[in-house]
């Protein structure tokens, strides 16, 4: 199976700041990486897939960047609602596999 | 509007059999494949396998392979997963997803609401 290595696990981030989040793959995986979202309770929901396009409705502020192994996801100016857990999933092979999360909380 | 809804909330005992489903709607439901996750309590999320709804062809994470069935009903428009006998580490959050239509990649765009199944004697 691919392993998927997200970090940091969780970070404190302030309404505006830059976030960067960061995942690695085992394997070579080309673009095939997603990223998702997941607050508390709810359902996760895509927000970047193909490495770096937005899925449908999702603001702006989020991207994705990134080939073969090393991925990252950007949110340019955090806010309110984007306090959440962020998953990381290869998209290239199954089994299909996700990292182990980043929740990022209000400092 | 593109839907997915599961069925509720469940509480069994261990050995206890359990079918859980999935509806689609909003969309043609044999062109999509569908997927199931699950989530433990404070974790992460897990794929446990996946089905085209057209023709039934089922594929499975190793890790749930025998542990459990996924199936569908294209004439309901419904996937299923299915455990023969639960164990108290089968609690847990259940998702189903569709696979985008993109079929060179495994992306999941839509989820359903989730299913909580508790086990415990």
């Known amino acids: 199976d691919i392993q998927m290595t997200q970090s940091p696990s969780s970070l404190s981030a302030s309404v505006g700041d830059r976030v960067t989040i960061t995942c690695r793959a085992s394997q070579y995986l080309t673009r095939y990486l997603n990223w998702y979202q997941q607050k508390p309770g709810k359902a996760p929901k895509l927000l970047i897939y193909?490495?770096?396009s937005l899925q449908s409705g999702v603001p702006s502020r989020f991207s994705g960047s990134g080939s073969g192994t090393d991925f990252t996801l950007t949110i340019s100016s955090l806010q309110p609602e984007d306090f959440a857990t962020y998953y990381c999933q290869q998209s290239y092979i199954n089994p299909l596999t996700f990292g182990g999360g980043t929740k990022v909380e209000i400092k | 509007e593109v839907q997915l809804v599961q069925s509720g909330a469940e509480v069994k005992k261990p050995g206890e059999s359990l079918k859980i489903s999935c509806k689609g709607s909003?969309?043609?439901?044999?062109?999509?494949?569908i997927a199931w996750v699950r989530q433990m309590p404070g974790k992460g999320l897990e794929w446990m396998g996946i089905i085209n709804p057209g023709d039934s062809d089922t594929r499975y994470s190793p890790s749930f392979q025998g542990q459990v069935a996924i199936s569908a009903d294209k004439s309901i428009t419904t996937a299923y997963l299915q455990w023969s006998s639960l164990k108290a580490s089968d609690y847990g959050m259940y998702y189903c997803?569709?696979?985008?239509?993109?079929?060179?990649?495994?992306?999941?765009?839509?989820w359903g609401q989730g299913t909580l199944v508790t086990v415990s004697s």
């Open positions: 997803a569709r696979r985008s239509s993109d079929v060179s990649t495994w992306t999941l765009d839509y």
């Open positions: 193909s490495a770096s």
């Open positions: 909003g969309y043609r439901f044999t062109t999509y494949w």
